[in-house]
């Protein structure tokens, strides 16, 4: 007599591949969340830093590359209050708004975009926020940032509209220096929030959240963890329905 012989678990060749396709794809995903984690972590570090260096003072030579984001630093120069610039699509506590970028003329004839901080737009788009600021000497405190880049590179982003103040989403330093016809520094200081003639500035990387990017990793490894389960059920199932 032959005994027939239990067979416990028996899953399918395309339900094996299809399971393998998943866990990898998952993991992946998982781990490329954990990398970005750790990258905003860093970033988040890299700004409590530098917040706490003593500030720099500028010549008005320096480039973005020899500074590094968020270095304190202090320059003195010149408000050209009446050719500003507004980057558009900025946004605050939820409500629409411009950032107001004010050139600094300074002693070497070169010109930094300070970021004055946030406006709220008007309900009617076609009446720009009042950011008067009358041509002084001033000396500004700030943290030097790169120009904000845009998610997605649309036609007409980076288009400059004409007259003062100029509204723009993506403003380029080269864009900026034929506009004004001197020479722009490939970065913008962001005003300190205790300074004055300055508006809303909220420079904290609030938005930057390294927990986000956790807790998505591990749904992702969730999402790995079901298809294993769901691959060991099918097997099972299949070799019960064969006994």
């Known amino acids: 007599m032959v005994k027939r012989r239990n067979i416990l678990f028996k899953p399918s060749l395309l339900m094996t591949l299809l399971t393998l396709v998943a866990v990898v794809a998952f993991l992946n995903l998982g781990n490329w969340q954990l990398r970005r984690a750790a990258e905003k972590q860093a970033l988040l570090d890299l700004q409590a830093r530098r917040w706490q260096q003593p500030p720099l003072v500028l010549?008005?030579?320096?480039t973005l590359a020899q500074l590094g984001r968020y270095r304190?630093?202090?320059?003195?120069?010149?408000?050209?209050?009446?050719?500003?610039?507004?980057?558009?699509?900025?946004?605050?506590?939820?409500?629409?708004?411009?950032?107001?970028?004010?050139?600094?003329l300074l002693p070497s004839g070169r010109i930094v975009l300070v970021n004055r901080g946030w406006v709220p737009a008007a309900a009617?788009?076609?009446?720009?926020?009042?950011?008067?600021?009358?041509?002084?000497?001033?000396?500004?405190?700030?943290?030097?940032?790169?120009?904000?880049?845009?998610?997605?590179?649309?036609?007409?982003?980076?288009?400059?509209?004409?007259?003062?103040?100029?509204?723009?989403?993506?403003?380029?330093p080269e864009a900026a220096a034929a506009r004004l016809g001197r020479p722009v520094a490939d970065f913008q200081i962001k005003l300190d929030p205790e300074a004055e003639e300055g508006y809303v500035r909220a420079w904290e990387l609030a938005h930057i959240r390294p927990e986000r990017s956790r807790g998505y990793a591990l749904q992702w490894f969730s999402f790995s963890a079901i298809a294993v389960g769901l691959w060991l059920w099918h097997g099972w199932k299949r070799a019960r329905r064969r006994v």
């Open 59 to 62: 010549d008005g030579e320096e």
């Open 72 to 104: 304190h630093v202090r320059v003195k120069g010149v408000w050209d209050g009446r050719h500003q610039f507004l980057l558009d699509g900025r946004t605050h506590q939820g409500r629409a708004g411009y950032e107001v970028l004010t050139p600094l």
């Open 124 to 172: 009617d788009r076609r009446t720009l926020p009042d950011v008067s600021l009358g041509d002084h000497a001033v000396t500004v405190a700030g943290w030097v940032d790169a120009f904000p880049r845009a998610g997605m590179d649309l036609p007409g982003m980076r288009r400059l509209s004409p007259g003062w103040p100029s509204v723009v989403q993506v403003l380029e």
